[in-house]
């Protein structure tokens, strides 16, 4: 058994030498000192690089206290290398193995301890919760932070299984991205443990603990939360088993045992996070009329793409994220039973993609497909670009292939080809090439070169210019199209919105279904700013502000602040201080901070809060408003 090595700039691990096939994890949870203690086990196997003793084990951490770390009897030396940001890694010696030549597999225990600071984790005390009676704690890993909770080869190249066992104080609840496998119980703790007998990446290590409760939603599906919530989440993801059918019925079997849904504290900083058999989301999904649950079905997606087909390095961050999207959008269709739907978020995507190549600059390599992370902290590169750039590839090679159905059918080639692997740019492109070989002509070395020049096509080559699709900033090469049926229906009314005065709501608003809502606040936001009367007169009889529609919300209060609608202020305050989702924080205090009117409030509200917030979110946002942490 060997791993293929691909570069990785985002970990200092070494696995060319040993990598990791298995984790043991023993924690206690500590919630008065706020960390983990214990200690974990990585069952290493050799690579192809035959390791001398003169070697180390290199191993990601970050502010982790390591306290011994052995083999089998034998204490191994073991030193830090220096700190940076992706981290301190961990060098342990190979020197005092005896025979070294001759092990073909090592069991590495290391007992440690996490910090305070530990960038996966948030803590949370009684207060803070919903119940206001016991703490909470929450991990997320993606994408470089298991290192903070344990030391290891912090890489999605390496993919490996797990088990826990994890004691935490009575009666709090543990979760992990796992199976449930059993519990133990002393007169104060309990012990929960848990198996994950699929190999996966650090980065889909999840952790959650506190006063929880679940509600079944359907025979391999849960939804869990805090007390205060369970019947609203249980009422808005009631048709996750059936969502889980259709994917199979795009993607293949689905292999993790169980779908179980986490509803987080409103600091979760994204949408959904695809934590193998839990997912974690925000609460900001649930809207009361089931209308944001496109992110369940993306985090579904990721049960095949991302999860079983991994990206080997956070480059490739688009092979997860490109082909979830173009899954989700896929899966949308399905369920709405009309490819009008899927093509109506596809419009959506499009303009979430020219926002954030503008928001870069199209120069910016950060809009590249293949992202360059040298130097580069994952978190900071983290935008709509590898979603939908990386769509926009897969939907324009469905076009030009064949359509849908021909389509489909690679698709699930491309997951049983792949499944339980980890690959790069080049792996996908070369099975692309090898599927459709009937349909082109290319030259077999093109592969090797793709990621430097643009190679000439020849007569029959499929043409597209990949050069400029996934090594070019900005904007792709090609200008989709997008059926406009479930769009123009609402461009009447925008046109009526902005050019008239506005003197009653027209009824066919109500007649909108909520992503039409949010596509009409999208429109008017995608023009030159409205008068602050046209702002008063939505106010009055469209009552946006009122929506619990999260993403109409965030799309009205950034139409307000274009408008410099100064009654705006407090509700983009208390919006961003009563959630956390990054990918509405950001936008609206940016927004805020370059309105002069709302500047100092933004400040001096991110000040007031950023003890409270999601570490994570905490210091982009520092940078946002230009704050030295
Ligand atoms: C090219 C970019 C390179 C690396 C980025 C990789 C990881 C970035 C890290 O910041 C973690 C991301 C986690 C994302 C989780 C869920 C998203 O799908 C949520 C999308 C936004 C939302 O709906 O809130
Ligand atoms: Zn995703």
Redesign the pocket.
């Known amino acids: 058994m060997t791993l293929k090595i691909y570069r990785d700039p985002s970990s200092a691990s070494n696995p060319h030498l040993f990598f990791t096939k298995h984790v043991t994890i023993d924690w206690t949870i500590d919630f008065n000192r706020q960390v983990l203690s214990g200690y974990c086990i990585l069952h290493l196997v050799a690579n192809e690089t035959p390791a001398k003793s003169s070697d180390f084990i290199i191993l990601d951490t970050r502010e982790i206290n390591v306290k011994n770390v052995s083999f089998e009897d034998l204490k191994l030396n073991f030193e830090f290398g220096e700190k940076n940001f992706v981290g301190q890694p961990l060098k342990i010696s190979l020197s005092n193995i005896p025979n070294l030549d001759s092990i073909k597999e090592l069991a590495l225990k290391i007992e440690y301890e996490t910090s305070r600071d530990a960038s996966a984790l948030q803590w949370f005390e009684p207060k803070t919760t919903l119940g206001k009676k016991y703490p909470y704690l929450f991990s997320q890993c ?2 470089i932070h298991a290192r903070s909770i344990l030391p290891c080869q912090d890489t999605p190249m390496v993919k490996f299984t797990y088990e826990a066992s994890v004691s935490v104080q009575k009666p709090l609840t543990v979760l992990m991205s796992a199976i449930n496998t059993g519990k133990e119980e002393t007169s104060e703790t309990i012990r929960h443990k848990f198996a994950q007998n699929i190999k996966i990446p650090s980065y889909l290590i999840a952790i959650v603990s506190g006063d929880l409760v679940s509600s079944d939603l359907g025979p391999i599906s849960r939804v869990w939360t805090e007390r205060e919530m369970i019947e609203r989440c249980a009422w808005e993801f009631a048709d996750v088993d059936k969502m889980v059918k259709e994917a199979e019925s795009l993607a293949g079997e689905y292999v993790w045992g169980r779908y179980d849904i986490l509803v987080l504290p409103p600091t979760f900083p ?4 695809e934590n193998p058999c839990l997912t974690f989301v ?1 609460p900001t999904l649930i809207a009361g009329d089931r209308s944001l649950v496109s ?1 369940i079905q ?1 985090e579904i997606a990721h049960s095949w793409t991302g999860n079983l087909v991994t990206n080997c390095s ?1 480059e490739h ?1 688009w092979l997860n ?1 490109g082909f979830t999207k173009f899954l989700e959008n896929k899966l949308v269709g399905i369920n709405q039973k009309s490819e009008l739907f899927r093509q109506f978020e596809c419009i959506d995507g499009w303009r979430c993609l020219v926002e954030a190549v503008k928001d870069f600059g199209d120069k910016s390599p ?1 809009t590249q497909l293949v ?1 360059p ?1 040298d130097q580069v902290d ?2 900071d ?2 935008s709509s ?2 979603y939908e750039k990386g769509h926009s590839l897969l939907f324009y090679l469905e076009q030009i292939l064949g359509g849908t159905e021909v389509f489909n059918k690679y698709l699930r080639a491309h997951i049983e080809r792949f499944k339980g692997l980890s690959i790069d740019t080049n792996d996908w492109k070369q099975f692309l090439y090898e599927y459709f070989s009937d349909k082109v002509y290319f030259p077999t070395n093109c592969f090797k070169k793709f990621q430097r020049s643009s190679f000439e096509f020849k007569s029959g080559e499929l043409a597209v210019d990949w050069n400029a699709w996934l090594n070019t900033p900005g904007m792709p090469p090609v200008v989709l199209k997008f059926d406009e049926t479930l769009a123009n229906q609402v461009k009447n009314l925008t046109e009526k919105l902005t050019n008239e005065e506005i003197v009653e709501k027209e009824t066919i608003f109500d007649k909108f279904s909520s992503d039409q809502k949010r596509e009409l606040v999208s429109q008017l936001l995608n023009q030159e700013p409205l008068s602050c009367s046209k702002i008063d007169s939505l106010n009055k009889y469209y009552k946006f502000g009122e929506t619990q529609n999260s993403e109409i919300l965030f799309r009205w209060i950034r139409l307000c602040i274009k408008a410099k609608w100064e009654p705006i202020l407090q509700p983009a305050l208390k919006f961003v201080t009563d959630q956390g ?3 509405f924080t950001r936008p609206v205090y940016k927004d805020l901070y370059a309105w002069n009117f709302s500047r100092q409030a933004a400040i001096d509200t991110f000040l007031k809060e950023r003890d409270c917030m999601h570490k994570t979110t905490a210091s982009l946002v520092a940078k946002d408003l230009n704050i030295s942490s």
Not at 270 to 273: C, D, H, T
């Open positions: 993606q994408a994204y949408g959904g996070m925000t992110v993306h956070w961050f994220e950060l992202c992370l994952p978190d590169a983290f670009i590898p989702r990054m990918k």
